[in-house]
Nanobody, 125 residues
Framework: QEHVIESGGGLVQAGGSLRLSCVVS????????EAWFRQTPGKEREIVAA????????YVPDSVKGRFTISRDNAKNTVYLEMNDLRPQDTGVYYCALDSKSSYIEFAPSKYDTWGQGIQVTVSS
């Protein structure tokens, strides 16, 4: 059974930066997708970045393109989400998730079978 643990959230002023980390532990996987989702009040959980286990494929939606970057360090079983030029609308709970059944990036939260507890990111104006 895999587990994911997020870290790195907090409070930042608009225009600032944060780096979130997600460590995967448990059974060793290969050929999986790891993603970051964001949950804001009144909205559905949305994907903000995803990466294939190999690092060969990444995805960020237009809403964060140019500001958010996803990367991974397989030696540390860790995925990073670098967030720059943060805006108040980026405020929310950020979740790390694994899709162990697919080799391509899925956008729907229902496709992901392992979730972290979530970590709060607050951007003040």
């Amino acid at each position: 059974q895999e587990h994911v643990i997020e870290s790195g959230g907090g409070l930042v002023q608009a225009g600032g930066s944060l780096r979130l980390s997600c460590v995967v532990s448990g059974r060793t996987l290969n050929n999986y997708i790891e993603a970051w989702f964001r949950q804001t009040p009144g909205k559905e959980r949305e994907i903000v970045a995803a990466i294939h286990w190999s690092g060969a494929t990444t995805y960020v939606p237009d809403s964060v393109k140019g500001r958010f970057t996803i990367s991974r360090d397989n030696a540390k079983n860790t995925v990073y989400l670098e967030m720059n030029d943060l805006r108040p609308q980026d405020t929310g709970v950020y979740y790390c998730a694994l899709d162990s059944k697919s080799s391509y990036i899925e956008f729907a939260p229902s496709k992901y079978d392992t979730w972290g507890q979530g970590i709060q990111v607050t951007v003040s104006s």
